[in-house]
């Protein structure tokens, strides 16, 4: 038995099927480790093949892959060095587990597997995996360790089961996707509770980086037992820190370490934005990204979101001019591309517009000219964009922010049309508050310009799309804080009419917004991704039906 142990956390990115590159990882973590004088190393959940796989584990290659790697760690951990607590996927009885290996003195010592599976929101566990027993500790170094993943802290059976069975401590290990103001619920509102229920010291090791939709912020901590935070780790970084343990008269103690000042909001939706991109970018191997730079916010922000992800060269920003662009949005568009850095080009869309109007002639004839051509002008950007593409292999990013997609104000292949968006579940007043917020701070993962991004001109003048003479978006949307406002309500929080009208916004208001939601829905099955932030992003967490004829007023 020993009354010490050093255990190093170990909050590190990985990549989805990439089970040899994320081994080699891990063994190379564990010898910093050692070096460090580590016991233990602990990695997040499933860190040997990447969170969430998906439908990966429903191939029995990978499934095999992944055990012939996890016995190639176990033997490395032959050499005397720390032991590795590694994430996978086990098949038990013939049936598929989310679950935890103890790696120690060359071989796999112990394997716990996941009890509470998550079937809510971005999660669909019970559809891959079998739930696995309440779980028992297992004995490291004459210590007896709980092993509840992720999920498992979130409700109170799994961690009053191992702390009856002789748990003296709790190591969590888990995959934990960013969502606003979760840092403080994952400490305050789950880990202190089940520290100071069960009076165990817990720490809670959490993946970083982005992976499609997803983006996970680190932020790895120890509790100890009375509830005090004993280690706070960076987020949106990767880092490892060995943490030191004591037994006490009253129980394993961890020692107290450093305290990381964890990112404010509206930093933490950009960091957001910025980590997922650049792994988006970089692990599907697209050289850089190329977007419409137009002179408006949306689109300015983006172009920093990509600069601060992968840095200025790898940006490429494009005017893309009609008749009905204004000479402030040149000046505008120009001065953010040279403040940010990147490359500038500027392509007119006039001869494109006026041979369409020529084509289509005889076809309109007998027909008002209305929002058919504005959307014609949309879709020559777009696909002018994706030949730029296609042509010399940067990522078409897209622009629209959520309160427009919400209510179908997005032309599809037009302005819809790429690879990938920053702002997909960013309101229009979050895009105000991080333009804001960016051309004043340089978040410490940016590889952008350390002071302003885009001209103040561009924050403060009234949104429009230019695709008619003196357009502004409220000649067809409320004010965007009323129109956030009621999204709020009927997105975030499923609210209907009648209560958004009890809270004093204005009915025929309401109808209508719900209309154009419910409308939208096929444009917005058809959009690219985009970094989930709050709650109730379009895709994972809000799934509704394209026909629908179901209204709340």
């Keep these: 038995m020993v009354d010490t142990l050093s255990i190093t956390l170990a909050q590190l990115n990985q990549s989805v099927g990439d089970i040899a590159g994320n081994a080699a990882a891990m063994l190379a973590a564990r010898e910093r480790s050692r070096a460090a004088g580590a016991d233990l190393i602990v990695f997040p959940e ?20 992944a055990a012939d790697q996890l016995e190639t760690l176990a033997q490395a951990t032959a050499d005397g060095g720390p032991a590795m607590l590694v994430g996978s996927v086990f098949v038990v009885d013939g049936n598929l587990h989310n679950g935890v290996a103890l790696l120690d003195q060359g071989k796999i010592a112990a394997i716990r597997l996941k009890h509470e599976l998550p079937n809510y929101g971005t999660f669909d566990e019970m559809r891959l995996f ?37 748990a003296e401590l709790l190591l969590c290990v888990n995959g934990s996707p960013y969502e606003i103001d979760k840092d403080t619920l994952r400490i305050d509102g789950v880990a202190k509770r089940r520290a100071v229920d069960n009076n165990l010291p817990l720490a809670y090791v959490n993946r970083v980086g982005g992976q499609d939709e997803l983006v996970f912020d680190g932020a790895s901590f120890v509790i100890n037992g009375d509830g005090t935070l004993a280690v706070q780790m960076k987020d949106w970084e990767e880092q490892e820190v060995t943490t030191r343990w004591t037994r006490t008269a009253t129980g394993w103690r961890c020692d107290a370490g450093e305290i990381a000042p964890l990112a404010d909001h509206p930093e933490d939706i950009y960091c957001a934005m910025v980590l997922a991109l650049r792994d988006y970018v970089d692990r599907n191997r697209f050289p850089g990204v190329v977007l419409g730079l137009s002179g408006g916010i949306d689109s300015a922000i983006c ?36 403040m940010i850095g990147c490359r500038y ?13 020529t084509m289509l002639a005889g076809s309109f004839a007998d027909r008002a000219v209305d929002l058919t051509e504005e959307n014609i002008q949309s879709r020559i950007r777009g696909v002018t964009l994706m030949a730029l593409s296609n042509k010399f292999g940067p990522m078409l990013l897209t622009t629209g922010n959520k309160s427009e997609m919400s209510v179908g104000y997005a032309t599809i292949y037009g302005d819809m049309a790429g690879g990938y968006n920053p702002l997909k579940d960013a309101y229009k007043m979050t895009v105000f508050a991080i333009s804001e917020w ?32 003196d357009q502004k978006d409220e000649d067809s949307l409320p004010p965007y ?73």
């Design 46 to 65: 499933m860190q040997l093949i990447g969170y969430p796989p998906e439908d990966l584990v429903l191939k029995p290659a990978l499934i095999e892959r």
């Design 481 to 553: 804080p009323v129109l956030d406002g009621i999204l709020h309500g009927l997105v975030e929080h499923e609210k209907s009419v009648d209560q958004l009208v009890s809270e004093g916004f204005e009915r025929d208001t309401v109808i209508r917004i719900e209309r154009l939601l419910y409308l939208s829905e096929y444009k917005r099955r058809q959009a690219p991704p985009g970094v989930k932030l709050g709650t109730r992003n379009f895709g994972r967490d809000r799934r509704y039906p394209i026909t629908n004829a179901f209204r709340s007023a």
């Design 438 to 469: 960016r051309n004043k701070h340089k978040p410490r993962i940016g590889l952008g310009p350390d002071g302003p991004v885009m001209p103040e001109g561009i924050i403060t003048r009234p949104p429009s799309a230019e695709l008619r003479p």
């Design 130 to 166: 079998q739930s696995g027993p309440l779980p028992e500790p297992v004995v490291f170094r004459g210590v007896m360790i709980g092993l509840p993943i992720c999920e498992d802290i979130w409700h109170p059976d799994v961690c009053r089961h191992l702390a009856e069975f002789g």
């Design 303 to 338: 172009a920093a979101i990509a600069a601060d992800a992968l840095g200025p060269d790898r940006v490429w920003c494009v005017m893309l001019p009609s008749r009905y662009t204004s000479q402030l949005s040149l000046d505008l568009a120009t001065e953010c591309a040279q």
């Design 345 to 357: 080009d500027t392509i007119p869309i006039s001869p494109a517009v006026e041979a369409f109007d």
